[in-house]
C-alpha cells in the first residue's frame, strides 16, 4: 500500500486535512530542509489558526522528488531521529510540486497569483547569484514579479529566504533589485514585496533506502519520499510583513525585530563547528559528524574552537542562554543515530567558510585575539580541495595552492583568492601564519592538538 489520500484514515494522517487545502505559500527548493523544516512550521500554524496556506512546491531540475510526491498525493514521512528512537510524521500541507525547469510557466503563474502571499526559498548558499540566467531563483523570481505587477495583484508578497547566510532578505532584495531590467518594475517590487531576513536550524542529513523502509514500516504505508531530521528545530523570523502568512509562532517559530544575533549565533557555532568537524574529520579518516565527535582530540577540538574563538566574537542574543546553545550543539553533534555524513557539509566550502569561520576570525584577529582553531580548520579545507575541488571558485583555490613549496607559500598562495578571503586577510600577517601553521601540522599529521 503506498502512502497518499486513499490511506489517510488507515495510516496516522497529517496534523491538517489535505483534501480542499488551497495553495498560499510557494517554495523554491525542494530539498529535504524545507520539507523537514519550514513545511512543518506551516503545517502546524494552518492546524493552530487554519488558513489557505498549502504549499506548492518548485525543485529547480530533478524529477525524482516531484514524482515520488505525486505519486503519494503529496503525502510524505518526516522521520525524526532522537538519540534513542525514530518517530515518523505525516505531512500534507504540501499540495502541488513542480518542476522549475520544465513547468516555468505554472511556476510563473504561482508566483503571480493573488492567492499567493508567501514565498520561501532554500536554494542554497550558491543560489545567490545575480548572473542572468534566467533559471536562476532570482530570474524566476523576477519573473513570477513581473507577472504578478501585469496582473494587477496589489497585495504584499513576502520573500522569505531560508539559507545559511547572513542577512539573507536583505541579500536576496538587493539580488532580486539589481536583476530588474527596468526600474518601473525594481520600484513596483519594492513597493509590493518584503524581504524578511531568517535563520533555520534543523539538521537533516540525506535520506538513504533504509531511512525510507523505516519510516513506510512506521507508517504502515509505503513513502519514497521521506526526510529525516533530528529533534531540534529552530526557526527566528524578521518581524517585517506587511502582507498576510501562516501563524508561524503558533508553531514555535521566533518573530523578532532583528535576526541578526541569531544569524551570527547559528552560522557561527553551528555551521562553523560543523564546518570545522567536516574537514578535520574527513582528514582523520571520519564519515559521519557523531563519529567525528566520538574521537576524543576532535571533540576537545570543537569545544575550545566555540568557547575560545567562535563564542567571544558574539554580543548577547536575546532569550538565548549562549553557555546551554553551545552544550546543545555538542550533544546534538553526538546523536549516534544520525548518519549526518561530513561529505555532505564538506560541499561549498567556498561559499560557506566566509561567513561562518572567515567573519569571526577577522573579529578576533582586530581584538587582538588568535583565530588558530579557525585557521587549521581553513587548513583542514584547502588539503581536502586537493582531491575535491567543485566549482569555478574552489578550482582556483585548489589551483593557486597546488604545487606551493611549502606551508607558507600555501598559505599566500590562498589567501591571494579575494573572493573567498577578501583583500584584508592576506595583509594580516598573523592570520597568514596562523595559516601556514596549520598547514604545516596538517601536513605532518592530522593532529589537531
Ligand atoms: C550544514 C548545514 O551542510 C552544512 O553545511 O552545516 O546544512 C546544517 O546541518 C544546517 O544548517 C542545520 O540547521
Not at 540525506?206 to 531530521?229: F, H, N, P, Q, W
Not at 558574539?314 to 550533544?331: E, N, S, T, W
Not at 580541495?385 to 566549482?391: F, V, W
Request: charged residues 25%; hydrophobic residues 45%.
Amino acid at each position: 500500500m503506498r502512502l497518499g489520500l486513499g490511506t489517510l484514515g488507515e495510516v496516522a494522517g497529517p496534523r491538517v486535512d489535505p483534501r480542499g487545502l488551497e495553495v498560499g505559500v510557494v517554495h523554491l527548493g525542494l530539498g529535504a530542509f524545507h520539507r523537514a523544516h519550514q513545511a512543518l512550521y506551516t503545517e502546524d500554524a494552518v492546524a493552530a489558526e487554519g488558513g489557505a496556506w498549502g504549499i506548492c512546491g518548485a525543485s529547480r531540475r530533478s524529477r525524482g522528488v516531484v514524482d515520488a510526491l505525486a505519486a503519494q498525493d503529496g503525502l510524505y514521512g518526516v522521520l525524526e531521529r532522537g538519540p534513542e528512537e525514530d518517530r515518523v510524521r505525516v505531512v500534507g500541507v504540501l499540495r502541488e510540486a513542480l518542476v522549475a525547469t520544465q513547468q516555468p510557466d505554472a511556476l510563473r503563474d504561482r508566483l503571480a497569483a493573488a492567492s499567493t502571499h508567501v514565498v520561501t526559498l532554500t536554494v542554497t548558499e550558491a543560489g545567490y547569484r545575480a548572473d542572468d540566467a534566467p533559471g536562476t531563483p532570482v530570474g524566476i523570481l523576477v519573473r513570477g514579479l513581473e507577472a504578478r505587477r501585469a496582473a494587477g495583484v496589489d497585495s504584499p508578497l513576502a520573500i522569505v529566504s531560508c539559507d545559511n547566510l547572513p542577512r539573507n532578505g536583505e541579500v536576496l532584495r538587493g539580488l532580486v533589485h539589481a536583476f530588474c531590467a527596468d526600474a518601473g518594475l525594481a520600484d513596483w517590487i519594492a513597493a509590493h514585496a518584503d524581504f524578511p531576513s531568517t535563520m533555520v536550524d534543523r539538521i537533516v542529513p540525506a535520506t538513504t533506502a533504509a531511512d525510507r523502509d523505516v519510516a513506510s514500516r512506521l507508517i504502515g504505508a509505503r513513502d519514497e519520499a521521506t526526510v529525516v531530521g533530528e529533534p531540534f528545530s529552530q526557526w527566528v523570523i524578521e518581524d517585517a510583513f506587511r502582507g498576510r502568512r501562516p501563524a508561524w509562532e503558533a508553531a514555535g517559530a521566533m518573530l523578532v525585530p532583528d535576526t541578526r544575533p541569531y544569524e551570527a549565533m547559528k552560522l557561527r557555532l553551528l555551521n562553523g563547528g560543523h564546518s570545522a568537524l567536516a574537514y578535520l574529520g574527513l582528514l582523520r579518516g571520519h564519515e559521519t559528524v557523531a563519529e567525528a565527535i566520538a574521537d576524543p582530540e576532535l571533540d576537545a577540538f570543537l569545544e575550545r574552537l566555540l568557547a575560545s574563538e567562535l563564542a567571544p566574537t558574539l554580543g548577547p542574543v536575546p532569550r538565548i542562554d549562549l553557555d546551554r546553545y553551545r552544550a546543545g550543539l555538542l550533544a546534538r553533534w553526538s546523536n549516534p543515530r544520525m548518519a549526518h555524513r561530513l561529505e555532505q557539509i564538506g560541499i561549498g566550502g567556498a561559499m560557506k567558510l566566509p561567513p561562518r569561520l572567515l567573519a569571526p576570525a577577522r573579529e578576533l584577529l582586530a581584538e587582538g585575539g588568535e583565530p588558530a582553531g579557525i585557521c587549521l580548520a581553513v587548513a583542514a579545507w584547502l588539503r581536502r580541495l586537493e582531491s575535491a575541488a567543485r566549482g569555478p571558485l574552489e578550482e582556483e583555490v585548489a589551483a593557486a595552492v597546488a604545487g606551493a613549496g611549502s606551508p607558507a607559500a600555501a598559505a599566500e598562495r590562498a589567501l591571494a583568492v579575494s573572493a573567498v578571503f577578501g583583500e584584508d586577510l592576506r595583509e594580516n600577517e598573523r592570520f597568514r601564519d596562523l595559516l601556514a601553521d596549520g598547514l604545516a601540522k596538517l601536513t605532518a599529521a592530522p593532529t589537531v592538538d
